[in-house]
Antibody
Framework: EVQLVESGGGLVQPGGSLRLSCAGS????????MHWVRQAPGKGLVWVSR????????SYADSVKGRFTISRDNAKNTLYLQMNSLRADDTAVYYC?????????????WGQGTLVTVSS | SYELTQPPSVSVSPGQTASITCSGD??????ACWYQQKPGQSPVLVIY???KRPSGIPERFSGSNSGDTATLTISGTQAMDEADYYC?????????FGGGTKLTVL
């Protein structure tokens, strides 16, 4: 069964940094685009970033561009999100998701999420 | 930037049909998908590429997409279907979600 397990969330001060990890299993990790999606408390889903299976292409939401960096280590079946210059409005549950795309992007598997709280 | 609009809430009686809409400019020209999220849980894909149902999703869930509107239809709605529902599409190089619809079964 496909599993995505996030880790690395926690409490961080404004301006600080945090690195999230997501371990994938039971699928050929390197064959899939992977994404991060976040959800602020009581709010809706917001796409954050994506990376191609071989790591050669990335894209970001405007709200995180220049502050967040997505990467992956296919030898370890692990996805990362390096978050710098964190702000209060980055507070959210961050989900690691697999892109099941055949024709277009859709998210067929989601991790359990990891909570990031930015507060002094 | 592209926007998807959903009604904040929809109510339905058990056994009846619930319809949740998602509106966006020429949405019918790109594919839409739908996620169900219950309190405290991660979202679950229920419809992809407008009309397809992942394995394990009950047949009572169906989708359509034409013009500016995609619709998620739940036939014979059950109490277990009470949840938040989000539509999503891919525009240029970003995924876009609707604001979500809270489905109440009463």
């Amino acid at each position: 069964e496909v599993q995505l397990v996030e880790s690395g969330g926690g409490l961080v001060q404004p301006g600080g940094s945090l690195r999230l990890s997501c371990a994938g299993s039971a699928f050929t990790f390197s064959s899939y685009w992977m994404h991060w999606v976040r959800q602020a408390p009581g709010k809706g889903l917001v796409w954050v970033s994506r990376i191609k299976g071989d790591g050669s292409s990335t894209s970001y939401a405007d709200s995180v561009k220049g502050r967040f960096t997505i990467s992956r280590d296919n030898a370890k079946n692990t996805l990362y999100l390096q978050m710098n210059s964190l702000r209060a409005d980055d507070t959210a549950v961050y989900y690691c998701v697999r892109d099941g795309a055949t024709v277009t992007t859709y998210f067929d598997y989601w991790g359990q999420g990891t909570l990031v709280t930015v507060s002094s | 930037s592209y926007e998807l609009t959903q009604p904040p809430s929809v109510s339905v009686s058990p056994g009846q049909t619930a319809s949740i809409t998602c509106s966006g400019d020429k949405l019918g020209n790109i594919h839409a998908c739908w996620y169900q999220q219950k309190p405290g849980q991660s979202p679950v894909l229920v419809i992809y590429e407008d009309t397809k149902r992942p394995s394990g999703i009950p047949e009572r869930f169906s989708g359509s997409n034409s013009g500016d509107t995609a619709t998620l239809t739940i036939s014979g709605t059950q109490a277990m279907d009470e949840a938040d529902y989000y539509c999503q599409a891919w525009d240029s190089s970003a995924a876009v979600f609707g604001g979500g619809t809270k489905l109440t079964v009463l």
